[in-house]
């Protein structure tokens, strides 16, 4: 089983400011097989970066995904007020499909 | 518009079953994987089970191998996860989740859409 470790625990930022998620595997993902999902309190999550780095329909520019291999990254360029909230990265390339344990992005 | 609209949660006794549904519409539904997964309270999320648009092949979890059951009806558009002995661990709101493919495209496990969840409660 890959298992996912999300860094930090938690991100204290102000509206305004980038924001830098790490998510780091046990083992290779193939093929890029990664995805990040926003989740706010009471709602389901929300698919924002599938592929590693493709933004999925209807997400602003402002959230993008980068890595290969074991690391992993998301970057939120500029936050605005609805971004706070937990980010999951997932990988779907071996099974069992895994979630990382999420990196809560709250209002500094 | 894509819906999943999730149902059959409750209070179940140790032991116990219980059948869940999540009815899809504004998609070709036998055109992708599907899936269900967890959340305990205040917890992260957990995959739990997958299947291919076509029923032909399952995929589990090994925390709920043996009991959970997976089934679609694409002639009805309605997802299933059928749970026996349930467990205390089990206890967690479920969501159905669509594949952004087929289970054979690689893409299945990136979940799209999200049903609204359902809540699984097992206490004696």
């Known amino acids: 089983e890959i298992v996912l470790t999300q860094s930090p625990g938690t991100l204290s930022l102000s509206p305004g400011e980038r924001g830098t998620l790490s998510c780091r595997a046990s083992?290779?993902?193939?093929?890029?097989?990664l995805a990040w999902y926003q989740q706010k309190p009471g709602q389901a999550p929300r698919l924002l970066i599938y592929?590693?780095?493709s933004r999925a329909t209807g997400i602003p520019d402002r959230f993008s995904g980068s890595g290969s291999g074991t690391d992993f990254t998301l970057s939120i360029s500029r936050l605005e007020p609805e971004d706070f909230a937990v980010y999951y990265c997932q990988q779907f390339g071996s099974s069992p499909w895994t979630f990382g344990q999420g990196t809560k992005v709250e209002i500094k | 518009e894509v819906q999943l609209l999730d149902s059959g949660g409750g209070l179940v006794q140790p032991g116990g079953s219980l059948r869940l549904s999540c009815a899809a519409s504004g998609f070709t539904f036998a055109n992708y994987a599907m899936s269900w997964v967890r959340q305990a309270p205040g917890k992260g999320l957990e995959w739990v089970s997958a299947?291919?648009?076509?029923?032909?092949?399952?995929y589990y979890a090994d925390s709920v191998k043996g009991r959970f059951t997976i089934s679609r009806d694409n002639s009805k558009n309605t997802l299933y996860l059928q749970m026996n002995s349930l467990r205390a661990e089990d206890t967690a709101i479920y969501y159905c989740?669509?594949?952004?493919?087929?289970?054979?495209?690689?893409?299945?496990?990136?979940?799209?859409?999200w049903g609204q969840g359902t809540l699984v409660s097992v206490s004696s």
């Open positions: 989740a669509k594949g952004l493919g087929g289970y054979h495209t690689g893409w299945g496990g990136a979940f799209d859409y």
């Open positions: 083992q290779s993902v193939s093929s890029s097989y």
């Open positions: 592929g590693a780095s």
């Open positions: 299947i291919s648009g076509s029923a032909s092949g399952t």
